[in-house]
């Protein structure tokens, strides 16, 4: 049982970067996201199994979200094959081949255990043609029945993906198709992937209104603060990305006001945390100054505090959202956030996102 | 008010690498040791100042000691030029020129702030003829006159530091003249810089003996865990050494048999902890098998839960040192811990020791 709209913070090789489980719930994340693609790499499928599941081999006794491995597959991996059966991909760590199908998807998200795992999708790139996209999700609803039929475990929720890309009449077609089968609950798989922020938030509109109101609306690889308040407002229940921990670690803090960087000189002298109302263990303990020279020296210990710092950000975030829903008071909690919270310039926001794309970390 | 003989691990830059001061505290440290010259290059001695010191600067309410930079100055830094004066050092980070003199390290140490103070001292290499170790002991008696008449607050010890090499007649020299000037402890420095195991040993009981009982003895930069009792064994009171958080780094762990390295083979299959009868955070919450694999992955939870079993190990030495000399049996408490210990083989420690003294992590 989670409460929600839920942000899931991204651990996909069994840690959240920097983080202990206890800090996760000292922040009071109620669960995460790990990734069945770096797991099975690393340390393999079965020495997970053989440690009782992923909780226990990692020590997190909350919930735990798998995804399938599919949007590595397609974004990480190289030298892919793709046909029906599945796709053979070669290892981004040691080139080693290897082949995921459906059924090895579900077998691998059994053994790993999480409460709710994934169905196996094939992910095209934001700038494909209607075409590809169309053949990419007829595959997609293809094993996402293979999935069904694979799972053996009653006591996991397997959640379909909706792709069709860009185009809204194949997101329609993916989602009806979908939620004949009967999914625990339903993700929005292949946006926030390089497409301009208009084109996620009005696709991620006209999907969620269409899914079914009672089971779970997962959008994937979202995001930033005021991309969460967007899609809160469109439906979404779920949401998870590696942007809050991954920026902190570049010296990126969120506040109310915006995404301040840490390693400005302005920093150097601050004797106050870097967000006075906030009550996190970072601002409730440290200074900016001293959270700025720890940067400056490439402390380890920055990079934690900074992702704790995020993460509270995010999480009182949507426990606010929650709050204002439950109180009929969204709209008027969206239009004052949204006031405040000065958002990135959209075209540096995409150079930065597209250039992240193709270089990034390749550990989440 | 510290209990002894005490191990202060390192944090040169107002951080232990790695961990938070409350971890710190759960481990059970008492002390740690921050260094005058890291500080003043960064974040510079009057961030510090203007924070209330160190001790607020870094959230650190247990006891703290600074070095005075002389060690840093004479291994680190570039380009000296040593006179009576002081010296002329260019900083390692960016080439700036700086001066420390006896007198500025006091006033540098009284603005940090911490509770334990060291005097300037030259420090010559283990190989260096008598005469120029003896020029330089002469040189740090005279630095360390200098300090006490520099020193304003009273509420800081201020601790002299024996210099000689590895010359019995100079070390003896040496505390014969810092002792007289009635200093509140004393430190011996110079050893463990790259000369032979026994060789320290020796100079260390030698030394050690002479000194008076009344005041703490500390070895400075030692060390490892053989060390450290071979140390209290010949009346040593504190040690400091980056070793067993720099090595954690590095995969080696301490366990009552020895170190062993977790990112071998053999790791990757344990469910059993590192050491099953450690009780650190690491041990009670995380197979071998997940340490090794946050390794494998260099995931920054590695370095953490490695640093922490490696100080709660050295910190529990030193506990169970000390209640064996209150019992009146560290006689057969060393012999065991001794017999059990397997030490890195004497060649292949020297070989690690003076390669890493020529391609250090220059942060501690």
Known sequence: MVPTPIFLPVGSQGTVKTLTPEELKDIGIPMILANT????????IEVIERAGGLHKFMNWDRALLTDSGGYQVFSLARLRQVNDDGVV????IDGSQHLLTPE??????????ADVIMVLDECPAHDDSLEKVRRAMNRTHRWAERCQKAQQRKDQALFAIVQGGVYPQLRRQSLEYLTSS?????AIGGLSIGEPKQVTLDITEETAALLPEDKPRYLMGVGSPEDIVEGIARGIDMFDSALPTRVARNGALFTWRGRHNIENAAYSQMEQPVDSDCNCYTCRHFSAAYLHHLFNCHELLAYRLATIHNLYFINNLVCKARAAILDGAFSSFRDSFLAEYKTTDEQIRLKQKQKW???RNRSE
Do not use: N, T, V
């Open 357 to 359: 794309l193709k270089s």
């Open 104 to 113: 090895l998807a579900i077998q691998f998200q059994e053994a790993i255990g």
């Open 89 to 92: 991909f070669r290892s981004h």
């Open 37 to 44: 693609y770096h797991l099975y790499l690393r340390p393999g």
């Open 182 to 186: 009967g999914f625990a609950g339903y």
